[in-house]
């Protein structure tokens, strides 16, 4: 089972169910103008958003600024959320795209963390040796590189956010059809890479050497 970022891995559903309805009461309470309801709801999320942040990038300054800037959203546009999604969905999608703009205006994105990974295609080195698991696993990193952003994002949202389809069609503003057909192609595409990045890096070759 996928946990979105804002549910650790031993929460329970009744868990989330309530630490959603404290982010509802504390986010009416913003959208009345109540700043230390909003304070509250900046502290815990912070961290959460620094988590999701830095699968873009590695910079703790760039991920401060982009945080500061969804949640100011979060605060002039507190009335406007209509309870469709989880507010944690809701502020992922506000900061995934206060991020995107960060990038599109000069911000350098961190390389693809090995953290994720496609599991599938990992999982189908479960019995090589360490060593061919470790190859793979570069491979994969490359691959993800190599795919268009709007692919690359949805398979980071989902292995590495751990975000369900739903959640990710409100985060990338589209059909949740739309999500699948892109996950679908990314996996296609991953898979169709393989051969060639493990053909250009033979073993025992580093990149870079003659």
Not at 17 to 32: G, H, P
């Amino acid at each position: 089972m996928r946990h979105s970022p804002d549910m650790a891995p031993h929460q329970q559903p009744d868990s989330v169910d309530q630490a959603d309805s404290q982010d509802r009461v504390e986010l009416r309470a913003a959208a009345a103008g109540n700043r230390e309801a909003f304070e509250q709801l900046y502290r815990r999320y912070f961290p959460r958003m620094t988590r999701f942040l830095r699968r873009f990038s590695a910079r703790d300054d760039v991920i401060e600024d982009v945080i500061n800037s969804a949640m100011w959203v979060v605060w002039n546009k507190a009335s406007a959320f209509r309870g469709e999604s989880r507010v944690g969905t809701w502020i992922t999608g506000i900061a995934y795209r206060c991020m995107l703009k960060a990038l599109r205006d000069g911000t350098p994105a961190a390389e693809v963390s090995q953290d994720g990974l496609v599991q599938s295609e990992l999982d189908e080195a479960s019995s090589a040796s360490p060593e061919a698991d470790d190859e793979l696993r570069d491979w994969v990193t490359k691959g993800l590189r190599l795919l268009p952003d709007d692919l690359r994002t949805t398979m980071e949202l989902a292995y590495l956010a751990g975000l369900s389809c739903a959640e990710i069609a409100t985060v990338m503003d589209c059909a949740e059809g739309t999500v699948k057909a892109r996950m679908f192609h990314a996996r296609l595409r991953l898979r169709n890479l393989m051969p060639a990045l493990a053909e250009s890096h033979p073993p025992g070759i580093e990149a870079g050497q003659a």
